[in-house]
């Protein structure tokens, strides 16, 4: 098949996968269901049925990326994308990446609908190696796709009405995560890592615990790994429990809040990979604000350690909310255009 967004570029390619919508019953609080829910969804404005969550294609990567970097990919590889149009359960779909280039330091990655329509547009790389100055400089040359999108990102006229912390905000706490056998990963995303892997869109058995039980060919570290969609999981089911400064202004009670989806999403793996059954620590920082015409949003870097507070992946995640979705929103962003700047 030809790419009907990208005919010019020399590229892998992936198979049709039809992902599947696992999030209809997702809790995200705030006085309403998910955009993964039918009748959210619908409200929203989503004719089609509710969206795929966007990091699950993901995994539909997951040949590409060996394909082209290997097992290091898991180790120190980064993926970096914007999402363009959304897919609904079932609707078949394809990934991309683009072949290397000679002295390039990364790749293009992208996913389309039958017709062409793009699903993601971004990049691909490996982080330099420690012991490699070369690469530390070279790999400085080209902005991955988010880093791009934050350096065209013009500041948010007035103030925000969705977020009421200012940029470089941490959080307060420290939160445990880890991805278990046997045990639903959270509210969030209520499922099981078995009931993942048995709808995944490319399995592979470095993911899979029957792999190892079966002592055949064991993954290059010896234990299972997760997936690339899974990194999403562990960086971001654990959010509710994240402690934040008291907001400069409040606007909306804690069970009222936008219908949100992602807009962008980078993961780095730096010492990885990331393993099924070990307890690694997050903590986070809102990194940019910003809005359309239809949204607001925010951009917030996860980092996450091992216990020994090495660093093993960080991720920068855009949080779109729909402006419409809150009755009385322009009500409350003239309330807050009225607070002055400098006590924010």
């Not at 609080?29 to 969550?53: L, N």
């Not at 980064?78 to 072949?99: C, D, G, M, Q, Y």
Request: with cysteine; aromatic share 10%.
């Amino acid at each position: 098949m030809v790419s009907k967004s990208k005919p010019n570029l020399n590229y892998h390619e992936g198979e049709w996968r039809r992902p599947i919508n696992d999030l209809q019953h997702q809790e995200v609080g705030g006085g309403h269901k998910s955009i993964h829910d039918d009748e959210t969804a619908k409200a929203a404005g989503f004719a089609d049925g509710p969206p795929v969550h966007g990091t699950v294609h993901f995994s539909q990567l997951t040949p590409l990326l060996l394909r082209v970097y290997g097992k290091d990919w898991f180790e120190r590889g980064t993926i970096s994308v914007v999402f363009r149009n959304v897919v609904s359960h079932l609707k078949p779909v394809k990934a991309f990446i683009e072949k290397p280039k000679v002295g390039a330091s990364q790749v293009r990655v992208w996913m389309e609908h039958m017709d062409g329509r793009l699903v993601f547009d971004g990049t691909a790389s490996l982080q330099p190696k420690n012991d490699n100055p070369s690469d530390n400089i070279k790999e400085k040359e080209e902005l991955t796709m988010v880093e791009k999108q934050l350096k065209r990102l013009k500041p948010i006229k007035g103030n925000s009405v969705f977020v009421t912390h200012p940029v470089g905000t941490r959080s307060l706490n420290i939160e445990k995560a880890c991805i278990e056998w046997g045990k639903e990963i959270g509210s969030l995303f209520p499922y099981t890592t078995e009931q993942k892997l048995n709808v995944i869109t490319e399995w592979h058995p470095w993911f899979s615990k029957e792999y190892y039980n079966a002592s055949v060919s064991p993954s290059p570290w010896g234990k299972p790994i997760l997936s690339p969609e899974a990194l999403n999981q562990i960086m971001l089911y654990t959010m509710k429990s994240a402690e934040w400064p008291t907001p400069s202004y409040e606007l909306l009670p804690k069970n009222k809040t936008p219908v949100s989806l992602f807009g962008g999403c980078e993961i780095k793996l730096i010492n990885g990979p990331v393993f099924v059954g070990e307890t690694y620590f997050i903590e986070r920082e809102i990194t940019a604000v910003g809005e359309t015409p239809k949204t607001e949003f925010i951009w917030t870097k996860t980092v996450m350690k091992d216990e020994k507070g090495c660093i093993i992946a960080e991720m920068t995640l855009q949080d779109m909310m729909l402006k419409y979705t809150v009755e009385n929103y322009d009500e409350l962003r003239s309330i807050a255009n009225g607070f002055s700047t400098s006590k924010l």
